[in-house]
């Protein structure tokens, strides 16, 4: 638990920086051979594609690094083990499970857009097209990455115009804050 | 066609409801009144408290539903059950006859099917969506609007087979503005090259950012494997002005394939208009295996359509 936490700390980091930039605070890390290999953090806003989220940024990074040290990608993808802030939405369960990580670790649930059971369980489902299904350890450093959320959400999304603008977002938080 | 939620397709589902015949009409409206505060109806405000039955020449009246953790209550039960809807009030007891059970309908119907199958059982309210019936008829859509969606699934199945000709999966994408009828972005599947994420809508949508000045992918650097359109820029247009809509809000989505999970909430997030594809997969996350467009809980919602007219792919259907 104790290595699971020291890795999230630094995947926190990388959270801390998205919001910096004006992006939903999600960061996460890879993690290959107790070693970090790729980081990343939500770039939606600064790459105008809502797809951009922190996990699929760390994946590319993945393969730079494959590439760099000329490893076969698919090796390196079934050893890694993911530390992500937040749950990984419905896209980016399915692409973790497309690309065969074995495990992810990630902090406070995500009730709005969550793959990993929340709103569907991508993570376990039987999906034999999609990819082998992956174990997940949740609840590691919730709180700071809840803190990080309602911190965005106070201040809106400036992207988002204006009718599309959820006023409910903090209270949402708050239900999920009791939750965990 | 549509590709609806399962509350406008599935059958009628039906609970046991205790029901009693009124002997004396006089006391119609009392009841009626009164049992609203003693045996409200709680999730079933679909049901009409009174059945009219003319060749029998009595009124049926529908009470509370039968408690399914022990069986069919005993008949002292049912009478002070009886006794204590009427409590307090100034209705004869025998007004109501011994009840008895029938089913009725658990949900307020969401189609014209379900109404007429669910007042089969027992009368319901119901309050048509003049949209949701047009779409289940079958003329939602006039019949250029559906040459035109020919046309675009036409164009994402060649751009599929383009993508076959280079040892890609099979799928293709168009993104269209439906407003202008005019494409953003034509893609293919290329997730047999480097990146295994790049899939044809995951390609499309990276296209569509580009077109508004953004994208998260150098999609470029494998044109030598692959033909891609991002159609604003390559004749130098919008990419320079940096605009469009809030991400691909009002766009259309044409494929020749129905979308797995991961390019299903990709969709979601990008906010796309509509959905529409020619073939079945049986993990696909827009009708098969999840229905994203409709998830409850999720923040966006969109309209999913199947193409069943003449076949328009060569891939086969995954089932």
């Known amino acids: 638990m104790e290595e699971h936490i020291n890795w999230m700390s630094k995947a926190m980091v990388y959270a801390e920086e998205a919001l910096e930039r004006g992006e939903v605070p999600v960061g996460c890390i890879f993690v290959y051979e107790d070693q970090e290999i790729a980081t990343g953090g939500n770039r939606v806003n600064e790459t105008k594609n809502a797809t951009c989220h922190a996990e699929i940024v760390a994946i590319e990074k993945v393969r730079e690094w494959c590439s760099l040290r000329k490893k076969d990608q698919q090796d390196v993808f079934r050893a890694l083990t993911l530390y992500v802030t937040v749950e990984p939405c419905v896209m980016c369960a399915g692409a973790l499970r497309q690309i065969g990580v074995p495990l992810v ?37 919730a709180e700071e990455a809840v803190q990080l959320l309602k911190q965005f959400y106070k201040g ?16 949402i938080l708050n239900k999920q804050e009791t939750r965990l | 066609m549509p590709v609806l939620a399962d509350i406008y397709t599935q059958p009628v589902q039906l609970a046991d409801f205790y029901v009693s015949n009124i002997t004396d009409r006089k006391f119609t409206a009392a009841l009626v009144k009164h049992l609203n505060i003693t045996a409200p109806l709680g999730s079933f405000q679909h049901l009409k408290r009174v059945r009219g039955d003319k060749s029998k020449g009595h009124r049926d009246f529908v009470m509370i539903p039968r408690d399914h953790d022990d069986s069919v209550r005993e008949s002292e039960q049912i009478n002070i059950m009886m006794t204590s809807l009427l409590k307090s009030s100034d209705i004869p007891s025998t007004t109501l006859s011994k009840p008895y059970l029938v089913k009725v309908p658990i949900c307020c119907p969401a189609t014209r099917a379900q109404y007429e199958e669910s007042s089969f059982y027992w009368p319901v309210t119901f309050h048509e969506d003049k949209r949701i019936a047009q779409m289940l008829s079958g003329t939602f859509f006039s019949k250029e609007e559906i040459q035109r969606i ?141 229905k994203v467009h409709m998830q409850a809980g999720l923040n966006h919602h969109f309209d999913v359509f199947r193409w069943t007219g003449e076949v328009l792919s060569d891939i086969r259907a995954h089932h």
Request: negative net charge.
């Open chain 2, 150 to 290: 020919k046309n675009y699934l036409l164009e994402a199945e060649s751009l599929g087979k383009k993508a076959a000709e280079k040892g890609q999966k099979h799928y293709g994408i168009v993104v269209v503005d439906p407003d202008t009828n005019t494409i953003i972005a034509k893609g293919h599947d290329m997730c047999r090259g480097s990146n295994p994420l790049h899939h044809a809508v995951m390609v499309g949508l990276d296209l569509v950012a580009r077109s508004q000045g953004g994208g998260m992918w150098c999609l470029e650097e494998k044109s030598n494997v692959c033909e891609l359109t991002s159609c604003e820029s390559s004749n130098g247009q919008m990419a320079s002005e940096k605009s469009g809509p809030y991400l691909c809000t009002g766009y259309d989505i044409f494929l020749n394939m129905e979308p797995c999970p991961m390019c299903s909430m990709a969709l979601v997030h990008s906010r796309v208009n509509r959905v529409f594809y020619s073939t079945p997969h049986v993990d696909g996350g827009l009708g098969s295996k999840y």
């Open chain 1, 156 to 171: 809106e999304n400036p992207n988002v115009p204006e009718d599309k603008r959820k006023p409910k977002q903090i209270s």
């Open chain 1, 105 to 141: 670790v990630y902090g406070c649930s995500n009730e709005r857009f969550g793959g990993c059971g929340s709103v569907l369980n991508i993570a376990a489902d039987q999906l034999s097209s999609l990819g082998p299904s992956f174990d997940v350890i949740k609840g590691v450093l």
